[in-house]
C-alpha cells in the first residue's frame, strides 16, 4: 500500500525537528496561534540587546 502525503516533512527524531514541528503545529491551529505568537515576542523584549560590535559582526554575516 502506497500513501501520497502533501506539506511539510520535519525530523521530528531531531531535537530541531521535533522544535520546528511543534511551531509549525502551533502557528497552524486557530486556537492556539495568538497566545503562541506572543510567547516568543515576549522572549525577544527580555533579551538583553546585542552589543554594537555584535550587531555590525552579525549585520556582515547575513
Avoid: N
Avoid at 6 to 27: C, H, N, P, T
Amino acid at each position: 500500500m502506497r500513501w501520497l502525503m502533501k506539506g511539510r516533512r520535519y525530523d521530528v527524531g531531531d531535537r530541531l525537528g521535533f522544535l520546528q514541528a511543534a511551531v509549525e503545529f502551533a502557528l497552524k491551529r486557530e486556537d492556539f496561534r495568538q497566545r503562541f505568537r506572543e510567547y516568543p515576542e515576549g522572549l525577544v523584549r527580555r533579551l538583553p540587546p546585542l552589543s554594537t560590535k555584535k550587531c555590525k559582526r552579525l549585520i556582515l554575516h547575513l
